[in-house]
């Protein structure tokens, strides 16, 4: 795990270039305390910084193949390096190191860029291939890693964190001003690619580009299919999704230094618990809560769960005093405005988690988007497919299609009533908690940056979901919670705030070939509309006990007064308008730290 960049020069190297490497390592420490490296050659340059995890001490970056014409940097974790490692041994492959990364420089070596396709784990990675004169940067399926590019004057420039090539590549930034109102509006990014700077973009989860000298290609490598293939039982359906899930745990848990698994008292984080207990292996869990009495804290559970199990057991206990600096702390780790308030107490338990000697934690994250488990969105999914319905009955020419309509309309008449079916399908659909503040602020806020004028009111966000032939209703909401929230908001936020603390947060149940496995599935054995996660319960049943299985859902948040103490109390740097909330407070924030700090 760590912070990398890279340079690409049509023409040559400059010593600037290598002086900027070098400060773009020294920004990114926290994600690499341990180790840092710089290399160049005439044409491309390579920097990271590290965070030892795997290889302790054979493991500096860049790597190496046998005879030095590959070099790479890589952030994140190749959780099968053990198998892979072991076949390309057998091939005849030396290894030069202990890390888990070497393993892509060997792959690449039998494979090109089809390496991508044996690789298992969260990772974003640059290549130089000295032969060829050619870099090859990826990112992994999911997006669990990020990594951003920006084409500059003669030349192209990659790194972990945006704010790096802001600072040293962009000499005049351009706003883009709907990527900036997405997260304010929706929590996160809606568009995968494109930055609130113009010039700086996205690789994409499961994409990879490729620089020459005749310039840069993106291609796609992965992509997430619905396609109910699976051709079995609904057992062999269970069993199959548990094999899966061991293995990941099981390799999830690789690792040179100690490991724990944050366990909430909920579902996902005890089924990865219990399943890591599976493996042997001694289990360190960490359970956080509030001091007082909250409703969603469950260390009451996670405690019995525990003591049950087995389990190395650590509580922390955050208190008003471990908010007083956690907004202004947190921002500085963000370079991008994810208005998550959930961010708040992860930062607050990250910091309390280092200080008890824990390099690596397993969490939860994916299982609510990959078992479809929140019931408010599945309520929105049935809405959605009953207006469908509705609309395909219509119109009603014909004796059999009007008997077929008048009984659509008996079973479902106060929902056509309502005409909400029961919710209705709109852009307030789509965090809806924050929709009348978006209103509020973007109505009357503006802000200028470069002799140039941006009004949030000129942006029209207007999200809806659209019908695709070839998925479900539930599938389609599902891909969006997926791909957008989650990847772009709860990912992001898990890589910035561990990092930020020198923390690697791994998400077993986000291997991909879990993900593929249940995406194919169909429909009818995973996804009850009045039993969320229908298909993870039933798998874990006799793994996890029934006191956490049929709890009810609890989330961990901040406590409302402090989210609010943060909006009231803040002051804007940036924007001219006299309405706040966290949002817009976070936004100014990050404007102000990274965009309008940096270009004084």
């Avoid at 640059?126 to 990826?138: E, G, P, R, S």
């Avoid at 019995?304 to 007083?324: I, N, P, Q, S, T």
Wanted: hydrophobic content about 35%; aromatic content about 14%; proline content about 3%.
């Amino acid at each position: 795990m760590c912070g990398i960049s890279s340079i690409y020069r049509y023409s040559k190297i400059s010593e600037s270039d290598i002086t900027k490497l070098h400060a773009m390592n020294d920004e990114m420490h926290y994600r690499g305390p341990d180790d840092r490296g710089v290399w160049n050659d005439d044409i491309c340059g390579m920097a990271q910084v590290r965070l030892s995890i795997i290889g302790l001490q054979k493991g500096k970056q860049p790597l190496f193949n046998e005879d030095k014409s590959l070099v790479l940097v890589c952030n994140g974790e190749i959780y099968n390096y053990i198998e892979i490692k072991k076949d390309l041994i057998g091939r005849g492959h030396i290894f030069n190191s202990e890390s888990d990364s070497e393993t892509i420089l060997h792959l690449y070596e039998e494979y090109g860029v089809n390496c991508l396709e044996h690789l298992r784990g969260m990772f974003a990675f640059c290549l130089w291939d000295t032969k060829q004169k050619q870099l090859f940067a990826a990112r992994d399926r999911i997006g669990e890693k990020t990594l951003y590019y920006a084409q500059v004057p003669s030349g192209v420039v990659f790194s972990t964190e945006l704010k790096s090539i802001l600072k040293h590549y962009i000499d005049k930034p351009q706003i883009n001003l709907e990527a900036l109102a997405e997260p304010i509006r929706y929590t996160s990014p809606l568009n995968k690619k494109n930055t609130f700077i113009e010039q700086i973009k996205r690789i994409e989860p499961g994409q990879y580009i490729l620089v020459d000298e005749s310039g840069i290609r993106q291609y796609f490598y992965w992509k997430r299919e619905y396609s109910n293939h699976f051709v079995g039982s609904y057992n062999e359906a269970k069993e199959k999704t548990l094999n899966i899930l061991r293995e990941s745990v099981d390799i999830c848990l690789r690792s040179d230094v100690p490991v724990a698994v944050m366990l909430s008292g909920g579902i996902d984080s005890s089924a990865i618990a219990a399943l890591a207990k599976e493996t042997g292996r001694e289990v360190h869990t960490i359970t956080a809560g509030y001091k007082g009495q909250h409703d969603c804290d469950e260390r009451d559970v996670a405690r019995r769960f525990a003591k049950e199990m087995g389990f190395m057991y650590h509580e922390v206990e955050l208190d008003e005093d471990d908010f007083k600096d956690c907004f202004d702390e947190l921002t500085q780790y963000l370079d991008e405005p994810i208005t998550d308030i959930a961010a708040l107490p992860q930062w607050a338990l990250y910091k309390k988690v280092k200080s008890l000697g824990f390099k690596v934690l397993l969490g939860g994250i994916g299982g609510d988007e990959l078992f479809y488990g929140y019931n408010y969105w599945n309520k929105l999914a049935d809405s959605w497919k009953l207006k469908n319905d509705h609309n395909n009955l219509l119109p009603w020419k014909g004796l059999e299609k009007k008997i077929e309509y008048l009984k659509f309309v008996a079973t479902n008449l106060k929902y056509i009533m309502l005409s909400g079916y029961p919710y209705k399908i709109e852009d307030k659909s789509v965090g809806y908690w924050t929709y009348n503040n978006y209103k509020l602020f973007a109505d009357s806020s503006s802000f200028s940056f470069d002799n140039q004028v941006f009004h949030f009111s000129d942006v029209e966000l207007d999200f809806h979901f659209k019908n695709h032939h070839n998925s479900s209703e539930i599938e389609q909401i599902y891909d969006f919670l997926f791909s957008k929230t989650m990847t772009m908001a709860y990912l992001y936020l898990s890589d910035r705030l561990g990092m930020g603390n020198s923390i690697e947060i791994r998400s077993p149940l986000l291997d991909y070939k879990l993900v593929d496995f249940v995406s194919k599935l169909p429909q009818g054995y995973k996804y009850d509309s009045n039993n969320p996660k229908s298909l993870l319960k039933d798998i874990l049943s006799k793994i996890v006990p029934d006191y956490i299985l049929n709890a009810q859902k609890r989330g961990f948040m901040p406590p409302p007064s402090f989210v609010n103490d943060v909006a009231v109390n803040y002051v804007y740097k940036i924007f001219n308008t006299d309405f706040k909330f966290y949002n817009s407070a976070l936004a100014d924030r990050i404007l102000s730290l990274h965009l309008i700090n940096n270009k004084l």
